[in-house]
């Protein structure tokens, strides 16, 4: 059977179907009885590694040559056809064979030959598996006819599918599965199926079918019926599923959802009612949607379930991401707390995953779920609730651990729950807790008591966010704390790999054990203290607006008890070197107001697995590294080496006045991304070592250089964003072999207060693609010498954004370069330019000869704009695709023509061909006349796609043969297509041409 595979995976859900249909385990007279020999029979495979386990963690798979050895077996003894995937089925074997045979399998063969014979030979078949993939497959007429003793059959994704007349031949067929097909006639094909008494089992999941026929009620022998998927199933007419007595599974997972409410008269009803599950007496498996709670009857739910996947309401939950095929999930919205019987609290006992819009009005409601305390549960959802609930759970009403196989805890919207359990609950409870998470909780103030720090050691994912006053995780019970302090070792999360704490205004750390008098007076500690040790095992750690947070790193005397600090002698900066952040990779801080520092210098040295480190929005901090004792005795330049950092990012620091204030050196070996915004006590580069560290040793006012450039020193660095000096662009440039793969520079340039530009100097870097220039006083970019004579050409993508005194990109009235006969260099491989808010800027296209490869433009916000190119230079742009300007309100038109008796020196047709763009888009331009000057020559754009003109002074359209028509009006909002035009803000949505 195993080798009936698709590819090499083994779904034990399949084999579960054929092998029941072919009777393989005697005396297994239920489903489950046969799921437990089939589970049993894999487990004994695997252990003779005939099968291996799975990627997906639940089907396993089977090696090729394990695959190959029982296909030859199958076929040379058992008379058995099978294809595997991606082979070619040549030929139809001979009579001999076909009529010998009791298998045949072509799961995703690519092809079969002539198609489907119109009669198949085998009076001994029992099993026949076709998918219908790369062809269009018909089932002849008489097909089945000589088929039997035919017990399963699946035809999987048959558009269209008729069921012959021979179908109804099959009178022992015991497994039917048509998965992924639709149906030429839903009636014709449903009542020849019930026409098949004997069936067992029915799939029809994800199959195009909108009703169920009540002949399907017939099927008094079907034991499982799965119509999961089938999304266009809106009838089940009455009494069709309470006539399956011998129902043991019914799975109808994102499926039919129209349940008849309860009360309906008999004549009135259309559909199925809830209650008729109550008839399954044999029901041990359901996956059921009913979105309408009120539609659910009590008692409804019998407690021979064992494996279920219900949902009650149609709220979403926003965690829904775990997908265990053989986990018991419940997802309950309740609209009132009287709905919450005994037969749902039966299935929440039995639930593995749990998740709960809680019932507003219940002051505690999870005693009332479970007195047990969960035994069971490995996930609980619990979100919006605003009702009287101060505590999730409460020890007062166990006598015994609860949650002692919780994996997953998630809190959103809870806003009346102050802790999540209190006080101490018994052993073993939230043993196996890996993943906690709480959003938007504000009454919450506490997780749990001090004195369940231990039983958190499993943990790995905590993500604590907008929780208003929360002030820490572990809460220290009145009377403890002098108890803790001096008898209690240091906890270490020892598996915590993500730590996220955001928008939390009054947190102070993970608890207030372990900080020392002045912290607790102050109401601010560090984030670990020497009670808890900061774990070796975090790779990312994200901090943002945590206003009381003074540090991450104890300081030094923190490090033991405050009650030992005098036993202990000072240790040295190397001593202290203990790895302690040697598995960290990424570490993001945001808005911590309070904060001084990030790293100590002790900690910084371990760095070794750091690729990100993101500091942002922190108006305290002076320093990234901050210097212990001892370093300044060190015989040596202190190193810092970050062997594996990608992407540093320092934005919006006023404070910041070194990286490490002390002297040393970096190693940047695998930097790529590198940005400095608004840091603005400090220089970035300096490339002198005295004056560096000459620099570093004074306490001079000065901005000092955050790092130190030589050759080697920024080998890989790709991207640079930079508030930008002058002396920057000079050294960047003088230093320009330095950085030899640097792409992409975008410069901020609000503290150049000169009208002229520097940026030229920047063309000397050698790998530059990329330029952005934004926020600066230029007048123009670049000097006619700096044009004509610069020597890159590689220059891609040029930007300019908040330019407010730009006029020109250079001086338009050079006659040098009026009469050049080829493309600037710097300008020669531009392919996209982007300009916004410039808003003198009188002409961004001067020549012909500008950007000769251009294949896209925007433009927003300039409005000293009244054309876009001239003639000569759009006549020049014959790679141009894109064109997108907006919010220019004095443009009247988009190509200037020069009139005939001005002397200009092109001779223009009557029509001009824009034969590379395909998508222009025109908004917000009041002024806008027409295209050209007086619509003077005709516009042809053949292989234009899109075209969209919103709120511009004219209408615009294409002709048939490509040819842009003009016509006057004063509201235009309108797309070419005059398709469908959705507009939400600045999002709109449109076809194409």
Not at 607 to 615: A, F, K, P, R, S
Request: aromatic share 8%; proline share 4%.
């Amino acid at each position: 059977m195993c080798m009936l595979v698709v590819r090499n995976t083994v779904y034990p859900k399949d084999l579960l179907r054929y092998s029941f249909g072919l009777g393989v385990f005697e005396n297994a007279n239920t489903l489950d009885k046969a799921r437990y020999r089939l589970y049993t029979l894999v487990d004994y495979l695997k252990d003779f590694c005939l099968l291996l386990d799975g990627d997906d963690g639940q089907n396993p798979k089977m090696h090729d040559l394990v695959r190959d050895a029982a296909l030859y077996i199958a076929r040379k003894e058992r008379q058995v056809l099978s294809g595997t995937y991606g082979n070619e089925l040549k030929e139809w074997p001979n009579k001999d064979f076909l009529e010998n045979c009791t298998m045949i399998s072509l799961p995703y063969c690519s092809s079969i030959p002539a198609g489907l014979p119109s009669k198949l030979q085998c009076p001994k078949l029992k099993l026949f598996i076709a998918y219908n993939y790369r062809q269009s497959l018909e089932v002849p007429e008489n097909f089945f006819q000589e088929m039997k003793e035919l017990k399963v059959l699946n035809l999987t994704n048959f558009g269209n599918l008729l069921l012959p007349p021979s179908f109804v031949s099959l009178t022992n067929l015991q497994t039917l599965c048509l998965e992924y097909c639709k149906f030429e006639n839903d009636d014709d094909v449903l009542a020849k199926i019930s026409e098949l008494r004997g069936l067992q089992i029915l799939s029809l999941a994800r199959s195009v079918v909108g009703k169920l026929c009540k002949e399907i009620g017939q099927l008094t022998c079907l034991r499982l019926l799965d119509l999961s998927y089938c999304k266009r199933l809106e009838i089940i007419p009455p009494n069709v599923l309470s006539n399956l007595s011998s129902l043991e599974e019914l799975n109808m997972k994102e499926s039919f959802k129209n349940w008849e409410a309860e009360g309906v008269t008999s004549e009135r009803r259309i559909n199925a009612s809830v209650s008729e599950l109550k008839h399954l007496s044999q029901l041990t498996t359901l996956n059921v949607t009913v979105e309408n709670a009120d539609a659910l009857p009590t008692s409804l739910f019998s407690d021979q379930l064992e494996r279920f996947r219900i949902r009650v309401g149609v709220e979403m939950f926003v965690w829904e991401y775990f997908d265990d095929e053989s986990s018991n999930i419940l997802k309950l919205k309740l609209t009132r707390s009287d709905q919450l019987d005994q037969s749902l609290k039966m299935l929440i006992k039995k639930s593995e995953d749990l998740y709960l819009d809680l019932v507003e009005g219940v002051s505690n409601c999870i005693p009332q779920l479970d007195s047990e305390g969960f035994p069971q549960l490995k996930r609980l959802n619990l979100q919006r609730h605003a009702g009287e609930m101060k505590h999730i759970i409460e020890s007062i009403n166990y006598t015994h651990s609860a949650f002692p196989k919780l994996e997953s805890l998630h809190l959103l919207y809870v806003s009346s729950v102050e802790s999540i359990c209190y006080p101490q609950l018994g052993i073993g409870s939230f043993g196996k807790l890996r993943t906690i998470r709480a959003r938007w909780c504000s009454g919450l103030k506490n997780l749990f008591p001090f004195s369940m720090v231990n039983c958190f050691l499993q943990l790995q994912v905590m993500e604590l966010s907008h929780c208003d006053i929360l002030e820490e995780v572990f809460v220290a019970e009145k009377g403890d704390k002098s108890f803790i302090r001096q008898y209690m070792d240091p906890t270490e999360f020892c598996q915590l790999k993500f730590l996220s704490l955001v928008h939390l205004p009054q947190f102070i750390g993970f608890s207030s054990i372990g900080g020392s008098e002045d912290e607790i007076l102050n109401n601010s500690a560090p984030l670990f203290n020497w009670k808890f040790k900061f774990p070796k095992s975090l790779e990312e750690l994200k901090m943002k607006g945590l206003d009381r947070l003074t540090s991450i790193w104890p300081d030094h005397d923190q490090l033991v008890p405050p009650e030992f600090t005098s036993k202990f002698t000072k240790l040295s900066a190397t001593d202290k070197q203990l790895n302690i952040c040697r598995n960290l990779r990424i570490i993001r801080v945001d808005g911590c107001q309070s904060l001084k520092y990030v790293f100590p210098s002790s900690a910084a040295r371990g760095l070794e697995q750091l690729v990100e480190l993101t500091v942002t929005n922190c108006r305290s901090i002076k320093e990234i590294i901050t210097k212990e004792e001892g370093d300044d005795d060190a015989d040596e330049i202190i190193k810092f080496v970050f062997p594996k950092l990608e992407k540093l990012c320092l934005r919006y620091l006023p404070q910041l006045g070194s990286f490490y204030l002390g002297m040393h050196t970096y190693k940047w070996p695998s930097l790529t991304w590198m940005e400095i915004i608004e840091c603005e006590k400090v220089e970035i580069l300096a490339a002198d070592i005295s004056t560096f560290h000459h620099q570093h040793d004074q306490a001079t006012t000065s901005p000092k250089p955050l790092f130190l450039i030589e050759k080697g020193s920024f080998p890989k660095l790709a991207s640079l964003e930079v508030t930008a000096e002058e002396y920057l662009c000079g050294l960047l440039s003088t230093h320009a072999e330095w950085f030899p793969r640097l792409t992409k520079v975008n410069l901020i340039c609000m503290r150049i207060k000169s009208t002229v530009s520097p940026i030229a100097s920047l063309l000397k870097l050698p790998a530059l693609q990329d330029l952005t220039v934004q926020r600066a006083f230029f007048k123009e970019i670049f000097t006619v010498d700096q044009v004509s004579g610069a020597v890159n050409g590689g220059l891609t993508n040029f930007k300019l954004w908040k330019l407010p005194k730009l006029m020109h990109l250079w001086d338009e009235n050079s006659l040098a370069l009026q009469h050049h006969a080829a493309a600037p260099p710097i300008f020669q491989n531009t392919d996209e330019v982007e300009v916004r808010e410039c808003r003198r800027l009188k002409n961004l296209v001067p020549f012909a000869i500008s950007f000769p490869n251009l294949k896209s433009l925007e433009l927003s916000k300039c409005g000293g704009l009244n054309y876009l190119f001239t003639y000569s230079a759009a006549t020049s742009l014959t790679k141009l695709e894109s064109i997108d300007i907006e919010d220019c309100k004095t443009m009247t038109e988009i190509i200037s023509v020069p009139s005939t008796n001005s002397g200009d020196d092109h001779d223009h047709d009557h029509t001009m061909i824009l034969g590379g763009l395909k998508f222009l888009r025109l908004r917000n331009l009041p002024s806008l006349a027409g295209f050209c000057s007086g619509n003077s020559i005709n516009i042809k754009m053949p292989f234009l796609q899109h075209l969209i003109v919103i709120n511009c002074g004219v209408e615009m359209e294409i002709s048939p043969d490509g040819i842009l028509v003009i016509t006057d009006s004063k509201s235009a909002e309108r797309s070419l297509h005059l398709a469908e035009e959705q507009e939400d803000d600045d999002y709109i949505v449109y076809k194409s041409i």
